[in-house]
């Protein structure tokens, strides 16, 4: 059975991650807006992967025997100022999520909670690979024009990203 704390931690990340599906989900609709449909489809399929995400701390906390307990979500952002700004919130976002989770890893190792590592290992290495890809469509967005034609040729790649 888990510990107390860990079902804790573990219910706090439940919200962090339904929390980071929130604030993709308003992005997406902030790009929608702005008929820039691959980013609003990049950001929409990012939003349903932290919903799976949270999923899977759900269904671990219910195999372990803990109690899954729903917190609020807090209002994300509706607007930004540029593309820019919402992926550099975007990495920003995404190395606050990277601590809490390295930040519960640490917990296992405490308790000497062995299926909690195995499972967290999963999000170390995802952790990998949502900073990447956010450093990678900031280091594309500062390359644009002022014309803008790049963003459209951007928008057409983020497009055909589909969910895994
Ligand atoms: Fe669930 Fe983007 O980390």
Do not use: C
């Amino acid at each position: 059975m888990i510990s107390k704390i860990m079902q804790d931690a573990i219910n706090e990340q439940i919200k962090n991650e339904l929390y980071s599906a929130y604030l993709y989900l308003a992005m997406s609709a902030y790009f929608e807006e702005r008929n820039l449909a691959g980013f609003a489809s990049w950001l929409r399929v990012q939003a349903s992967e932290e919903q799976e995400h949270a999923m899977k701390f759900y269904d671990y906390l219910h195999d372990r025997g803990g109690q899954v307990v729903l917190k609020a979500i807090e209002q994300p952002p509706a607007e930004w100022k540029t593309n820019l700004e919402v992926f550099e919130q975007v990495l920003e976002h995404e190395q606050k999520v990277t601590s809490l989770i390295n930040k519960l890893y640490e917990q296992a190792l405490k308790e000497n909670d062995y299926p909690s590592q195995i499972m967290l290992q999963w999000f170390i290495n995802e952790q990998v690979e949502e900073e990447k890809n956010a450093s990678q469509i900031i280091e594309n967005l500062k390359l644009i024009d002022a014309r803008g034609t790049a963003v459209l040729m951007l928008d057409h790649d983020l497009g055909k990203r589909k969910s895994e």
